[in-house]
Structures are given as structure tokens and as C-alpha cells.
């Protein structure tokens, strides 16, 4: 059935992220993920593949299985502070789990000062929720991008491939994915929230799109299409991302 991408986060009655860092001998970092999605369920239409998205590697030779989303939820007030590259990998794990798919080797989009987002992801193919590829390699994700719908579209033939790990789109209210990357993939100088631990409003962010701008609509270069890299945010604070559309949301890839 055609799905028409939800306009707003607060109409899916989505809880931001919350990022809590304990201690469990050395610093261990734990993300609770609080959402109550309005009519949605588990079970329902494609979300319902996720059970057995857990197996087979995405270049092991096995059959496709979910090995890429973009965040369901964002990083609330703690804007740019994912917890460095740890805790956003393990945000990605969660999620996953939520899934069924928790049981792979999840890393966070997301580049630092002593590592290129791109080498972090593993080879590919990459596939998404709905098993299809979205990329077959680190070369062509970064040459070709992964293809996208307009702001507003409805998508009935399923041609948009960046959804979340349980089949949604981004709103057009977070569609500002935090990458810290070049659209090569390599790490933007002083563009990563200080390695992913800052909410500060002197720290900034570089950010990828969810989603295509309609044909006649002028925001700027060609990199502001860019799925990785299409601008700075205004800062890394809540309010800093939100301003030009984001919500702290980021890409996980499965790296085995």
C-alpha cells in the first residue's frame, strides 16, 4: 500500500532519544528509547519482515538482510553529544534489536577526527528493511548516492530507500542527517560536534538529506542534495540542529 511520509515528529507521537551514560566497570553508554508510535505495530506491513532481517551477513554470501537504516528517533537535548562514536553505534544496535536484527556488527554513519565514516561501514551490499539494496559497495554508495523521493511524496512503488529500521521515512522536519562527512565520506574539519561529544552552540555539524528537493526548487549546489553531505548545521546544541531540519538522526550500516 502507498505510504505518505509523516510531515511532523510530533505527529507520530515520537519521544526524542535520551542518551545515559553509566558506569558498568568502565564507562558504559545505554540509550533509552521511549516512543509511542500512533497505529503502528510490530506485526503490521513491511516492519513485519524484521524478524528475520537478524541473519546473514550483508557480504557474507548469505540471503539480503537489513543492514542499513537512518535513525527512527533523534538525540533530543542532547543534540551533538551521541556519546562519541561508542554510543552512537550502540544506539544503532538497539535499534536493530528492536527489529530482530541486533545481532551484527552495527556502525554509526558518522566520521571523527581519527576515522572516515566511509571506513567504518564495512564493503557491503547494503540492504534496507524492505531488502532492497542500497548500495553494493563503499565505492558506489559514495559515487552514486542512495536514491531518495521528494519532499511530500508518497512513494507507491517503493523507490525511496532511505527509511528507518522499521520502514518509515524521515519527516521533512529531520531530514538534516548528522554525518560529519565530505560526500566522499571522509571526516569535514570541525565539522563533527567535536567527535560527536558536543552541545555546544560553538561547535557545528555536517549534515546529509533524507530526501530530494521537488524539480524547480533552488537550495543551493549540488551538495545540498547530498545524502551525506549537504551542509553545516547552525550548531551542535537541540535548537542548533533543529533550526535547518534536524533532529540528531544518523545512518547505521551493518558492517559484517
Same mark, same amino acid.
Given at each position: 500500500?502507498?505510504?505518505?511520509?509523516?510531515?511532523?515528529?510530533?505527529?507520530?507521537?515520537?519521544?526524542?532519544?535520551?542518551?545515559?551514560?553509566?558506569?558498568?566497570?568502565?564507562?558504559?553508554?545505554?540509550?533509552?528509547?521511549?516512543?509511542?508510535?500512533?497505529?503502528?505495530?510490530? *506485526?503490521? !506491513? +513491511?516492519?513485519?519482515? /524484521? =524478524?528475520?532481517? &537478524?541473519?546473514?551477513?550483508?557480504?557474507?554470501?548469505?540471503?539480503? #538482510? @537489513?543492514?542499513?537504516?537512518?535513525? *527512527?528517533? !533523534? +538525540?533530543?537535548?542532547? /543534540? =551533538?553529544?551521541? &556519546?562519541?562514536?561508542?554510543?552512537?553505534?550502540?544506539?544503532?544496535? #538497539? @535499534?536493530?534489536?528492536?527489529?530482530?536484527?541486533?545481532?551484527?556488527?552495527?556502525?554509526?554513519?558518522?566520521?571523527?577526527?581519527?576515522?572516515?565514516?566511509?571506513?567504518?561501514?564495512?564493503?557491503?551490499?547494503?540492504?534496507?528493511?524492505?531488502?532492497?539494496?542500497?548500495?553494493?559497495?563503499?565505492?558506489?554508495?559514495?559515487?552514486?548516492?542512495?536514491?531518495?523521493?521528494?519532499?511530500?511524496?508518497?512513494?507507491?512503488?517503493?523507490?525511496?530507500?532511505?527509511?528507518?529500521?522499521?520502514?518509515?521515512?524521515?519527516?521533512?522536519?529531520?531530514?538534516?542527517?548528522?554525518?560529519?562527512?565530505?560526500?566522499?565520506?571522509?571526516?569535514?574539519?570541525?565539522?563533527?560536534?567535536?567527535?560527536?561529544?558536543?552541545?555546544?552552540?560553538?561547535?557545528?555539524?555536517?549534515?546529509?538529506?533524507?530526501?530530494?528537493?521537488?524539480?524547480?526548487?533552488?537550495?543551493?549546489?549540488?551538495?545540498?542534495?547530498?545524502?551525506?553531505?549537504?551542509?553545516?548545521?547552525?550548531?551542535?546544541?537541540?535548537?542548533?540542529?533543529?533550526?535547518?531540519?534536524?533532529?540528531?538522526?544518523?545512518?547505521?550500516?551493518?558492517?559484517?
Amino acid at each position: 500500500m502507498p505510504r505518505r511520509r509523516r510531515t511532523c515528529l510530533a505527529a507520530a507521537n515520537v519521544v526524542s532519544l535520551a542518551l545515559v551514560k553509566s558506569k558498568i566497570g568502565c564507562v558504559g553508554i545505554a540509550w533509552l528509547v521511549f516512543a509511542s508510535i500512533a497505529g503502528c505495530s510490530s *506485526s503490521g !506491513g +513491511s516492519d513485519g519482515t /524484521g =524478524g528475520a532481517a &537478524g541473519t546473514g551477513g550483508a557480504g557474507g554470501g548469505g540471503e539480503p #538482510s @537489513l543492514s542499513f537504516f537512518v535513525t *527512527s528517533v !533523534g +538525540s533530543g537535548q542532547n /543534540g =551533538g553529544d551521541l &556519546g562519541g562514536l561508542a554510543g552512537a553505534d550502540e544506539v544503532c544496535r #538497539s @535499534l536493530a534489536a528492536a527489529v530482530g536484527a541486533g545481532d551484527r556488527a552495527w556502525r554509526a554513519y558518522l566520521s571523527t577526527s581519527a576515522e572516515d565514516a566511509r571506513d567504518r561501514i564495512g564493503t557491503g551490499p547494503w540492504y534496507n528493511v524492505r531488502l532492497q539494496e542500497v548500495a553494493p559497495d563503499v565505492d558506489t554508495l559514495h559515487a552514486e548516492g542512495i536514491p531518495r523521493i521528494e519532499w511530500f511524496a508518497d512513494d507507491p512503488n517503493e523507490e525511496g530507500l532511505v527509511i528507518d529500521e522499521s520502514g518509515e521515512y524521515v519527516p521533512l522536519s529531520d531530514h538534516d542527517i548528522v554525518t560529519g562527512s565530505t560526500m566522499e565520506g571522509r571526516a569535514f574539519e570541525g565539522r563533527t560536534c567535536q567527535d560527536w561529544t558536543s552541545s555546544s552552540e560553538n561547535d557545528v555539524a555536517q549534515v546529509g538529506h533524507s530526501d530530494l528537493a521537488p524539480e524547480g526548487v533552488t537550495i543551493g549546489g549540488p551538495d545540498r542534495l547530498s545524502w551525506n553531505s549537504a551542509h553545516e548545521t547552525v550548531s551542535c546544541t537541540e535548537q542548533g540542529l533543529a533550526e535547518r531540519q534536524g533532529a540528531g538522526r544518523f545512518y547505521c550500516f551493518a558492517a559484517d
